[in-house]
């Protein structure tokens, strides 16, 4: 069975700091595909980023990276300079490549709160 | 529309009332799913439509649940006789292709509490 581990509930910065969201998955599929989704306040979960099981490369848009680890099973996170919009809730999620394709299993999410 | 569309946003039942949940997806989207939140937890798949065909259903929790979508856009979920633990948020998503292991778009969901 799938399963998604995020061990950080709640994390409080303040506004410029860098922050991290962890997230370790367990999967039997050898190809898998890992996301990450951010859900402000308004409830509708934002699309941030796609990875492939065959693909480690890390990848940076803007102020977001993601560090993909396929020994460790980890998929982080990292926002650098946090502004106070990007205060939500972040859910990484992962999905196995037969079957039903984009049935996501969510972790339980990680609430940053960004303060100035 | 330009988003995905979920009616009612916030639904109040008594125990017992029969509920109907619409989504509207974007225009010309193969793919639809239903997700169910509970407080505080991340959001497990209850079904999946491509196009009119309920291709997966293995996450409704009961035979309360039932899903339909009958021309491939608009789809209703409905709970008979709700019970306390069917309050949660349900979210709609939907994307552009069949078997898309991609973004999906999600809706704001319908908010339901069970008196």
């Known amino acids: 069975a799938q399963k998604v581990t995020q061990a950080q509930t709640e994390i409080s910065v303040v506004e410029k700091e860098d922050v991290t969201l962890d997230c370790v998955y367990e999967?039997?599929?050898?190809?898998?595909?890992l996301f990450w989704y951010k859900q402000p306040p308004s409830g509708e979960l934002v699309f941030l980023i796609r990875r492939n099981s065959f693909d480690e490369q890390n990848e940076i848009s803007g102020r977001y990276s993601w560090n993909f680890q396929k020994s460790t099973s980890s998929f982080n996170f990292t926002i650098t300079a946090s502004q106070v919009v990007d205060s939500a809730v972040y859910f990484c999620?992962?999905?196995?490549?037969?079957?039903?394709?984009?049935?996501?299993?969510f972790g339980t999410g990680t609430r940053l709160q960004v303060t100035l | 529309g330009a988003g995905v569309s979920q009616s009612p946003r916030y639904k109040v039942a008594k125990r017992g009332q029969d509920v109907a949940l619409r989504c509207d997806p974007i225009?010309?989207?193969?793919?639809l799913f239903w997700y169910q939140q509970a407080l505080g937890q991340g959001p497990e798949f209850l079904t999946y439509?491509?196009?009119?065909?309920?291709?997966?259903k293995s996450g409704l929790p009961s035979d309360r649940f039932f899903a339909e979508r009958p021309e491939g856009s608009v789809s209703t979920l409905k709970i008979q006789r709700t019970q306390q633990e069917d309050s949660a948020v349900y979210l709609c998503a939907s994307s552009f292709l069949a078997g898309y292991t991609g973004e999906l778009f999600f809706g704001e969901g319908s908010r339901l509490t069970v008196l």
């Open positions: 225009s010309g989207h193969v793919s």
């Open positions: 999967t039997r599929d050898t190809t898998y595909y």
């Open positions: 999620a992962l999905s196995e490549a037969g079957g039903t394709a984009s049935k996501l299993t």
């Open positions: 439509f491509q196009n009119e065909a309920q291709l997966d």
